[in-house]
């Protein structure tokens, strides 16, 4: 399974069965899979969601936004559970304009679930982590 170092960028191969044993880059010896979301940017989104294997979710949010900072720490909490089966990462839309216009976001926050580099599905509006992980796990399978 290939995964790409948030810290580095760096692809990363390893078996599946190894994602519970805490892999870290090859390169700069950072963890692979951080309990908490990565934060991504114009610059690596393209390179992080194209090449990770493991299904990626990502949050579009904004400083302005009350419901992007009511659910963040519901996101951060999803993403410590979810931890080896899917990565959680945020992206700013204020900071990555050209991204989250491509890619048509609306209104925020607005999630995406990228599976073998492509949007697999997306909701819109804060939830709970229960609520989050409760609509995630279906698609993982």
């Known amino acids: ?6 810290h580095c960028n760096t692809i990363n191969e390893l078996p599946a069965e190894r994602l519970g044993d805490g892999p870290v880059c090859g390169k700069c010896k950072q963890g692979l899979l ?11 989104f393209d390179h992080f969601i194209k090449h990770s294997e493991l299904p990626v979710l990502v949050d579009f949010w904004a400083a302005w936004c009350g419901p992007c900072r009511a659910m963040a720490p ?12 899917a990565l959680f990462a945020k992206l700013d839309t204020e ?11 609306r209104s925020i926050p607005t999630l995406i679930l990228f599976k073998g580099g492509q949007e697999a599905n997306r909701i819109s509006g804060a939830c709970r982590a229960d609520e989050l992980i409760a609509w995630l796990q279906p698609q993982l399978v």
Request: net charge positive; hydrophobic share 45%.
């Open 74 to 85: 519901q996101f951060a909490e999803a993403a410590g559970r979810m931890q080896t089966r």
């Open 95 to 105: 900071a990555a304009q050209p991204v989250a216009a491509r890619l048509g976001i």
């Open 34 to 44: 951080p309990p908490k979301p990565i934060e991504l940017n114009a610059q690596n």
């Open 1 to 6: 399974m290939k995964l790409v170092c948030s």
